[in-house]
């Protein structure tokens, strides 16, 4: 007779450093375990201490406080009635023998059975594993109840050796803890590949993720059960803590007796989540009490007003209108409309005594010199100011409201539109700002339609618009994702089709705007490449657009021209 495991996927919302709060977790969902007739449970990567940990797990303290939790846990899984005989599958940081390791360990009924330190650590883009952590090198497989389980941890699934390495070893299903941050189209990534592992392993795999946002990285969760030919045949709710269940029969091989999905999502939903959850974890966890926007009548403020309404509640939230002189009444009504439409706080302060005191206490530093953008950016720091000041005052978090595409090519204002905690839209492209104020109104209508459909304007002199300065916005995002997220020159850019005058002006504009990139608040990452831990460019810098001409020109030796900078 097939023996029928059932384990528990524990999708948690872990904050990190919290080891204390944690490990509460466990236990909280462990009390559930017979409740919902799990035999063993598993949970997402560095459980204990939250992922990631940075530079915390170089604090003398860290070791101490995961002992005294493991100990915490070993104790009640013996002592628990509703954990006998269930399996508890955590993660932590571990140090022994002068080595830190990224570690998974079973507990059951008071003992440890296994432990496993993760071989293969991630060092690119937003991961810097190798700067805390020492390589394992061996399987991890242990038996319940005649079940040969074997354990890898988040990247170790990513290359093909630690999976065949504990199938080798005699491991019929496979437990995943992971600490996967999203980017759109990452779902798909991950279903690949845990379908490749499965069929080339013969074997299913249970792959668990966290949940919840950190700083500027947000998880999502989206836990799921492949089987071991290659089918997805459960998967928990992204955005969302959950626990759900599988059922394994296993004889020779073990098969997936489970079969439930969760709905598929599209694109502007699944983003449009990935925002609201990344807000509502940093102003939670960082204790503000509300959120305050300025609101401009523009797409950027209103999108993120709402996501902000969406994120902790609108009785929670000011919006703050501060006309000037060039501030056109349609931005004054649909700034108003939206706040009501939203059920926020309202205010106006008009910044015009404040501008005409700032220039007149510099009339004679500006004596005999002519107006230009100086006056625009004034605006934009009288209005910055406004909004820190209410934000000390009332313990509310700025949310800034700049896209990507306006902090690529810094359409912004040091101390002005870039002042705030945080920046829900900084890795937004433009293009993507309307499709998903779109998407929101379907929710409900609470953008004006006019905000949409009108061409974008930053309203700092007359009749102004944003193509004044920059390439239609579709061409420009363009331009900026072959750029930014893929590493193209810009022969390789003018190649696909772009005007090579067009490339070299957004592609300077990139490059000598980093200054202001490196001082703007932390946002949401939703791409592969966003700005932030991410994308680590020198700000001083004597690289030039221009010198790719001269080398393909053959201006020095050994020129060459590649896809990539």
Not at 88 to 113: H, I, T
Not at 414 to 428: C, E, Q, S, T, W
């Amino acid at each position: 007779m097939p023996k029928t495991l059932r384990v528990a996927m524990a999708q948690i919302n872990t904050l990190v450093g919290d080891i204390r709060g944690n490990t509460e977790q466990v236990m909280a969902i462990a009390r559930r375990s017979q409740e919902i007739g799990a035999q063993v449970v598993v949970f997402p990567e560095l459980t204990l201490s939250g992922y990631p940990p940075e530079d915390l797990l170089l604090r003398a303290s860290m070791q101490l406080r995961v002992e005294a939790a493991l100990e915490r846990l070993q104790v009640f899984s013996g002592q628990e009635p509703a954990c006998r005989g269930v399996d508890l599958v955590v993660g932590f940081p571990f140090s022994e023998a002068g080595k830190r390791y990224n570690m998974a360990a079973v507990y059951r009924d008071g003992v440890c059975v296994a432990r496993y330190k993760k071989q293969k650590l991630p060092n690119y883009q937003v991961f810097d594993e190798m700067r805390y952590f020492d390589a394992g090198d061996s399987p991890c497989v242990y038996e319940h109840d005649g079940v040969r389980i074997g354990i890898t941890i988040c990247e170790d699934m990513w290359v093909e050796g630690p999976v065949r390495q504990a199938a080798a070893a005699g491991a019929q299903v496979m437990l995943n803890l992971n600490a996967s941050p999203f980017h759109l189209h990452k779902e798909l990534e991950r279903r690949e590949l845990l379908a490749l592992r499965a069929v080339e392993n013969n074997l299913p795999i249970v792959y668990v993720n966290q949940v919840g946002g950190q700083d500027e990285l947000v998880f999502d969760g989206g836990s799921m059960v492949m089987d071991r030919h290659g089918e997805c045949r459960v998967s928990l709710p992204s955005f969302e803590t959950a626990v759900g269940t599988v059922d394994i029969a296993c004889n020779s091989h073990c098969e997936i007796l489970s079969l439930s999905r969760a709905a598929e999502r599209g694109v502007e939903a699944t983003l449009y989540d990935a925002l609201v959850l990344g807000v509502r974890d940093y102003v939670e966890r960082n204790r503000f009490r509300g959120i305050v926007v300025g609101l401009s009548g523009g797409i950027d403020s209103a999108l993120t007003l709402a996501i902000a309404a969406d994120a902790i509640g609108p009785e929670r939230v000011e919006a703050v209108m501060m006309p000037f002189r060039y501030t056109s009444d349609m931005s004054i009504e649909d700034a108003e409309a939206e706040a009501r439409a939203l059920g926020v706080r309202y205010g106006t302060i008009s910044i015009e005594p404040m501008f005409d005191a700032f220039m007149a206490g510099l009339a004679d530093e500006f004596s005999g010199l002519s107006a230009d953008t100086t006056e625009e950016n004034l605006q934009a720091r009288c209005r910055g100011v406004l909004l820190m000041a209410i934000s000390n005052k009332k313990g509310a978090m700025v949310l800034s409201t700049g896209n990507k595409s306006e902090m690529a090519v810094g359409y912004s204002t040091l101390y002005g539109d870039l002042v705030g905690g945080f920046a829900v839209l900084k890795d937004v492209p433009k293009t993507m700002v309307f499709r998903l104020a779109g998407y929101r109104n379907e929710i409900a209508p609470v953008i004006p339609e006019r905000v949409i459909s009108r061409p974008p304007s930053a309203e700092l002199r007359p009749d102004q618009r944003d193509e004044d300065s920059l390439p239609p916005y579709d061409l420009l995002d363009a331009i900026l994702e072959l750029y930014i997220e893929k590493d193209c020159s810009a022969d390789v850019i003018v190649a696909k089709g772009y005007d090579r005058q067009v490339v070299h002006r957004v592609i300077r504009m990139v490059d000598t705007n980093e200054y202001k990139r490196r001082q703007a608040p932390i946002g949401v990452r939703v791409s592969q490449r966003a700005f932030g831990r991410d994308r680590r460019y020198p700000i001083t810098s004597g690289w030039d657009i221009a010198d790719e001409i001269v080398w393909k020109d053959g201006g020095g030796a050994g020129a060459t021209s590649s896809s990539a900078d």
